[in-house]
């Protein structure tokens, strides 16, 4: 079974940076799109970025371009997910996902396997 283990989270200062990390086993890493979905408390989960299988299909939702980047190191089936400029509005639990698709989409329901999620708080 595809097992995700997210890890990098933790308490930072409004402006600082962390990166996430996302490690993938139990299945082939390439032919896959990945994804970093985050969720508040009392709110429901939104999408934060993707990335297919090729860096051309990438992209991240409006409240965190220019200060997030999605990443993934294929070799090492790793997925992350530099946060810089970070605002107490990002606070959340984030979970990183696998994708049935090739290509980057923003919808969870194309996504089959889920991390436990990685609590990341940012101070004021």
């Known amino acids: 079974q595809v097992q995700l283990v997210e890890s990098g989270g933790g308490l930072v200062q409004a402006g600082g940076s962390l990166r996430l990390s996302c490690a993938v086993s139990?299945?082939?890493?390439?032919?896959?799109?990945m994804a970093w979905f985050r969720q508040a408390p009392g709110k429901a989960r939104e999408f934060v970025a993707a990335?297919?299988?090729?860096?051309?299909?990438?992209y991240s939702d409006a409240s965190v371009k220019g200060r997030f980047t999605i990443f993934r190191d294929n070799a090492k089936n790793t997925l992350y997910l530099q946060m810089n400029s970070l605002k107490p509005e990002d606070t959340a639990v984030y979970y990183c996902?696998?994708?049935?698709?090739?290509?980057?989409?923003?919808?969870?329901?194309?996504?089959?396997?889920w991390g436990q999620g990685t609590q990341v708080t940012v101070s004021s």
């Open positions: 139990g299945s082939t890493f390439n032919n896959h799109a």
């Open positions: 990335i297919g299988w090729t860096t051309d299909s990438a």
């Open positions: 996902a696998h994708s049935r698709l090739v290509i980057a989409t923003m919808n969870f329901r194309d996504y089959d396997y």
